[in-house]
């Protein structure tokens, strides 16, 4: 009688831990950060109120600077502006840092190749991809040194925030960049779920967990463009980082799509307004890389759809492999 084959064993994952510390000096720094919404609007509403006419030529003049000003200005100082406020808020978020196999993006970077790491889930605001920010050094090699955070292109058209995201390694998340990107080898990370997971957070059925995922294929086609390896990566406790209220309907779906966010009331430490997230400490788990076959220009339909079907399967085994050890074990994952 044969016996049955044996179980390939997992390797051992890498894992980096920090110290929680939500004091004054990581709150500022993560108010610099995620603050800004929640500044401009105020400012905004200051201006058209009760500000006087020189408050308000001041504060147009600001805003109007740097809206014309480029999203790297001041270039290296900016940089090291965005690497401490990346430091401080690690602290604030207690970020602890899961790679299943360390081995496999160490071959990765000697095969020349680099990576996509699709994030999920999007939830309110998904600061955890902060985590790629090369500062921390959590990836090795090329792949660490050139990883970037592709996000919503409307943040790179607000002032103050666009030179805020730039500044800790924010690109807009157009399909040039990616493809550009790519094309030297530079590896990206991007929540391909997007803000349409924003619309079906339903607070009254806090046991579901939902991903739009089904018919995000973009990302897989990029791939396939150029064989590129693809991490499926999950971000546990974002769920605990605001309140909010979001408005529903295809309307507002419609909305969100065109615009690239959803305008929803949320509120974070303190009970502000568009203010920070509440101190959350996150776990970041970055799954193992699978292969993608490298098919340039002739990408048939039957490959993204094998591909993508592959994603989402590791996905869903990812979050199983991990929900029980991050207390969310009443927590079902679906993917819609």
Same mark, same amino acid.
Request: proline fraction near 7%; charged fraction near 20%.
């Given at each position: ?5 044996? !179980? ?5 994952? !890498? ?29 905004? %509403? ?7 006419? $020189? ?29 401490? /406020?990346?430091?401080?808020? *690690?602290?604030? #978020?207690?970020?602890?840092?899961? /790679? &299943? ?15 996509? $790491? ?13 985590? +790629? ?26 002032? /103050? ?15 040039? !960049? +990616?493809?550009? *990107? ?47 390896? %693809? ?29 690239? $966010?959803?305008?929803?009331? #949320?509120?974070?430490?303190? @009970?502000?307004?568009? @203010? ?20 340039? &220009? ?20 990812? $979050?199983? *492999?991990?929900?029980? &050890? ?11």
């Amino acid at each position: 009688m044969c016996s049955p084959s044996p !179980t390939k064993a997992r390797p051992k994952p !890498t894992i980096y831990t920090t110290s929680q510390d939500a004091s004054l000096i990581p709150t500022i720094a993560v108010t610099l950060w995620l603050g800004w919404m929640g500044i401009l609007t105020y400012t905004v %509403i200051y201006a058209a109120t009760i500000a006087s006419i $020189f408050q308000r030529i001041v504060i147009l003049s600001i805003l109007t600077a740097s809206f014309i000003l480029p999203p790297e200005f001041p270039g290296n100082m900016g940089t090291q502006i965005g690497n401490w /406020i990346m430091k401080q808020a *690690r602290k604030y #978020f207690g970020v602890k840092v899961i /790679i &299943e196999n360390e081995a496999a993006f160490h071959k990765i970077n000697e095969e020349g190749k680099t990576v996509i $790491f699709a994030v999920e889930p999007h939830d309110i605001l998904p600061y955890g991809v902060f985590v +790629f920010n090369s500062v921390f050094g959590f990836l090795p090699g090329r792949v660490g040194q050139t990883a970037r955070v592709l996000m919503t292109g409307a943040i790179f058209q607000l002032p /103050i925030i666009k030179h805020v995201y730039t500044w800790v390694g924010g690109l807009p998340v157009d399909k040039k !960049t +990616f493809r550009s *990107r790519l094309a030297n080898n530079e590896c990206v990370a991007f929540v391909p779920g997007g803000v349409q997971e924003v619309t079906l957070i339903d607070p009254k059925k806090k046991e579901e967990l939902l991903l739009y995922l089904r018919n995000r294929k973009g990302f897989i086609k990029l791939a396939l463009e150029r064989g590129t390896p %693809i991490s499926p990566t999950f971000i546990f406790h974002l769920d605990k980082s605001y309140g909010f209220v979001t408005p529903r309907g295809k309307f507002m779906n419609n909305v969100a799509r065109k615009i690239g $966010f959803l305008p929803v009331l #949320f509120w974070g430490r303190f @009970g502000i307004p568009f @203010g920070i997230p509440n101190p959350q400490k996150i776990t970041v788990v970055m799954g193992e890389p699978f292969d993608v076959p490298c098919e340039g &220009e002739n990408i048939s339909e039957e490959s993204v759809d094998k591909y993508h079907e592959i994603f989402l399967q590791k996905m869903k085994e990812l $979050f199983e *492999r991990y929900k029980h &050890e991050e207390g969310y074990g009443n927590r079902e994952l679906k993917i819609m």
